[in-house]
Each structure stands twice: as C-alpha cells, then as structure tokens.
C-alpha cells in the first residue's frame, strides 16, 4: 500500500491550458504539502496544509491552487499553464512539522 | 535565516570509501534535521534524522554528526557502495508550527565500483 500516492505520474500539456494533480496519502497524517522540484533538483515549498486549511503559501502565483477536500486528499489545481512551470512536482505528508515527511513519486509536468 | 546551505554540490567516492557531505543552518528555531535520499525518478525518502539534544547518530552505515553551537551537521556514509549513488539532501524543520521543511541544494554522489 502506497503511503502517498500522486497521480498522474507524467502530464505534458499545452502552454494556456489547465491541469489538476491530485495527491492521497494514507497515513493518517494531519499535515501535507506540496513542493515543486526544478531542473537544478531543487526542492522548494509551495503549500503546507494542517488538517485542510492553508497555513503555508509560499509566494506561489496565484495561477496555482490548492484544495484539501479532507485531511487524506491535497489537490493542486495549475491555471494557465506557463512554460516556466515545467517541474517535478512533489505532494509530501507529516504527522507534525518536525517528524518524517513521506513524499510521493512526483510529477512531472512538461509545459510545451 | 530560512536556508540551509549544502556542500558539496557532487561527490565521486570510491566504492568502500567515506563519503561527507556537510550542511549549515542559520534559524536557531529549527528542531529537527533529516537527510533524504532521491534516486532518479523517485520521490525524495528519509534516510536518517537528527534532534539538537544529540550531537551523533548511527545507523548502520549512515551517520549524522551534529554541531549545534556552529549551526552545522553532517552525513557519513562509511563504506559507499555503488548502490548509494544517489542525490541526498539535508533539511530543517521547527516545532513551532512553521510547518515547512527547508531544504538544501542537494549533492548528487556517485560511487565507482
């Protein structure tokens, strides 16, 4: 049984359109995340949630969004694709701020 | 105060040999200090993880050396392995509900067998 599961694994779309990366975990965490992963490898946050509501919003574009429709499930839903977006894309979850975080497999997004 | 700073930026070891790669940190809130190990394709996996209320820990072939008064810690990897060629990545996190881990730059390690 996968701890965090990400889906899709690849997702190669257009410049101007919109994508949704969709991201479970089944560790009973209460806190989760999204970090993006670049070229240069990396890691940056993006989002932290702590049991669905947004605590973290690390001077992302407001193009990316966000949802935790339960404490299992953080979505990222990207408007109007760019090319600079183009990443590895990384949903991670956490018992508490200073304990483990387990990552997923990552996304990568290619933006053409 | 929020970076972690990471060296070297790769590492080409000797099968059998040691290999140290070496982190430094600036915001003295942080309380918890993992590295993480990615293989290509893969997400990032914790390898081992340190508190300041220690200043080593082992496990098996992996070591962090912590420094607390120099805001700097270590991994060892005694005897490398081909297997071990990875990218790894030291991080800090705090307690007090800042709910984010910094990472460092990575170092991308290559053992030759």
């Known amino acids: 049984d996968t701890a965090v599961s990400q889906t899709p694994k690849y997702l190669v779309t257009q410049m101007g359109n919109d994508k949704s990366i969709k991201c479970e975990q089944n560790?009973?965490?209460?806190?989760m995340y999204w970090y993006k992963q670049d070229s240069k490898k990396f890691l940056k946050i993006m989002f932290s949630y702590n049991n669905k509501e947004l605590i973290i919003n690390e001077t992302v574009p407001n193009r990316f969004s966000p949802k935790s429709p339960d404490k299992a499930h953080l979505n990222l839903h990207i408007n109007s694709l760019e090319l600079g977006d183009s990443a590895v894309y990384f949903c991670?979850?956490?018992?508490?701020?200073?304990?483990?975080?387990?990552f997923g497999q990552g996304t990568r997004l290619t933006v053409v | 105060q929020q970076q972690v700073k990471q060296s070297p930026q790769s590492l080409i070891v000797q099968k059998g040999g040691i290999s140290i790669i070496n982190c430094a940190y600036e915001?003295?809130?942080?309380?918890?200090f993992p590295w993480y190990q990615q293989f290509p394709g893969k997400g990032p996996a914790l390898l081992i993880a340190i508190r300041p209320d220690v200043s080593e820990k082992k496990e098996g072939r992996f070591t962090i050396s912590f420094n607390k008064s120099a805001k700097q810690f270590s991994l060892h990897i005694m005897d490398s392995q081909p297997g071990d060629s990875a990218t790894y990545f030291c991080a800090a996190s705090s307690s007090q509900g800042t709910y984010k881990y910094i990472f460092g730059t990575g170092t991308r390690l290559k053992v030759l067998a």
């Open positions: 915001n003295t809130a942080f309380d918890y």
């Open positions: 991670a979850s956490s018992r508490f701020s200073n304990t483990e975080a387990f």
């Open positions: 560790l009973g965490h209460d806190t």
